[in-house]
């Protein structure tokens, strides 16, 4: 089978400078893209959505990782990591193909905004106006409303990026969708480096003040793709702290102390050893840490080990905080990649970012963007096996 697409690699550098661009039109058989070299960049056409707009595939592979990205909710649909014996294995939820993520699933790879999680009844007051959001979470406004930024189509080009094969996807949101204030002209960018990481840079512009809270929501399962749980997975979490939330998930605004409780993550535990003591409906994790970190600078967050492939997860972000979701709503009513059921505790999300409801927390870091300034967001996923 051969697949008519553009192809554009990038030559890696010998002196760690930038790379050369050649771009070309060229028919390429289906298996030869599979092994596609290291530091090339490879795009696809991945379907239409309904109103018929095109979507790309961006094929990252530089190293021993491969990561694809599509245009449509610049949705992380696949990637491709070593276990401790070399064998390549899928480690992220999704769908082998557009229509599965065209319909309702709950933002497999994707990424989420204008503001990932709640804002509780979708209201805020900013510069002394109330705002009102889509609402599509019981009362509150989650990921964005009800077409956020993983319902989108994003425009993408391939950029050039020392030690790493990079696309860059940019969207610009309206003035007024979903509820939110300003024109804001956002971009993330998703590049694979020579050391194994999946790196996610995120950048935005507004022209009146908005809230902003950038993440992407990949649920992970180390063991690759399998009807397994992640309940044996051993997780660490950079986070002596955590955010109580009521019972539509809205934080009280307490921070409290996570030693003496199952959420404990300080030193590596299972993520299933305590999971049944959380009383939530459904059980599970769902919970906003406050990294140690602070949210300063690229600092550790998470560290996650699957012991029987050997897969370790080390994120790192410059944000504050990481929601830790274990996939609760998960109930077995999707199926994914290679007709696997997704059930409950299939796959974790490590969602870096502000914390929930922040525009309604003075005492919270700030989640708003002004004018004039340039809001920035990283977030590195590095892959090893041991
Ligand atoms: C986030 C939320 C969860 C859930 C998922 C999507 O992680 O915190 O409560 O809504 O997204 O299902």
Known sequence: MFLRQSLVRWVVPLLGGFGLLVQADVDVPAAALAAAESGSVTKMDFGKTPDGTPVDLYVLKNGNLTAKVMTYGAIITEIDAPDRNGKLGDVVLGFDSLEGYLGKHPYFGATVGRVANRVAKGKFTLGGREYTLATNNGPNSLHGGIKGFDKVVWKAEPTSQAGGTSVKLTYTSPDGEEGYPGNLSASVTFTVTDRDELKIEYSATT????????????????????????????????????????????????????????????????????????????????????????????????????????????????????????????????????????????????????????????????????????????????????
């Open 207 to 386: 022209d009146k003040a908005t809230p902003i809270n950038l993440s992407n929501h990949s649920y992970f399962n180390l063991a690759g793709r399998t009807t397994e749980s992640i309940l044996g997975h051993e997780l660490m979490l950079a986070a002596d702290r955590y955010t109580p939330v009521d019972d539509t998930l809205i934080p009280t605004g307490e921070i409290a102390p996570v030693a003496g409780t199952p959420l404990d993550f300080t030193k590596p535990t299972d993520i299933g050893a305590r999971i049944k003591e959380i009383k939530a409906d459904p059980v599970g994790y769902d919970h906003n840490f406050v990294l140690n970190g602070g949210g300063k600078s690229l600092a550790l967050a998470a560290r996650v080990y699957e012991p029987k492939t050997g897969r370790l997860l080390e994120m790192s972000t410059t944000e504050p905080g990481v929601q830790f979701y274990t996939g609760n709503f998960l109930d077995g009513t999707i199926t994914g990649k290679d007709g696997i059921v997704y059930r409950q505790y299939q796959g974790f999300c490590l969602e870096a970012q502000h914390f929930p409801d922040s525009i309604n927390h003075p005492s919270f870091p700030s989640a708003v963007l002004e004018p004039g300034k340039t809001y920035t967001q990283t977030t590195i996923y590095k892959f090893s096996a041991r």
